[in-house]
């Protein structure tokens, strides 16, 4: 995904602060689990995540491809931790556990997915980046690919941070 200008600050995170993340994006969020969405890396500038590909998630049974609501809520929820993961590298001064309870505010206004091609693979890579994070609202750009590399879905969110 190519960079914008940097939206938030380059900052190293404490193992707290991103098991903390894993943890609600992966356990205490239960949607999350019913996807499958393993968080791979949490930074500043961007997040990484994978979904694996399995029967409950087909859409299309012919063709063995994943179901649109699958992209588009993985989207969702990487774009949400990439807000959180901005909002924690801004306030570093704060200790990590405060910065995980700003999760609490945290709510989609806005999403768009451009579906650009079909979603058949083994596994998927999602890519989720801040553009801009205001005091109020976050603008965050995803990406959506094949265990090859290639691109099949984009999206766009803005979320609620106060």
Request: glycine share 12%; hydrophobic share 45%.
């Amino acid at each position: 995904m190519k960079k914008a200008a940097a939206a938030v600050p380059a900052v190293e995170f404490e193992d707290e602060f991103v098991v903390g993340l894993k943890r609600i994006f992966e356990e205490m969020i239960v949607f999350n689990q019913v996807l499958g969405l393993k968080i791979q890396s949490i930074r500043a500038d961007g997040v990484r995540g994978r979904i694996d590909m399995r029967r409950e998630l087909i859409g299309h049974y012919s063709l063995n491809r994943i179901h649109g609501g699958v992209i588009s809520a993985g989207l969702d929820a990487m774009g949400g931790l990439a807000v959180m993961a901005a909002i924690g590298a801004r306030h570093m001064d704060e200790d990590p556990q405060q910065r995980l309870n700003r999760f609490g505010k945290l709510g989609t206004i806005d999403l768009r997915i451009d579906y650009l091609r079909p979603g058949i693979s083994d596994h998927f890579e999602l890519r989720a980046d801040v553009l801009r994070l205001g005091s109020r609202v976050a603008t965050t750009r995803m990406e959506f690919l094949g265990a090859d590399g290639k691109l099949l879905s984009t999206g766009s969110g803005a979320y609620i941070v106060s």
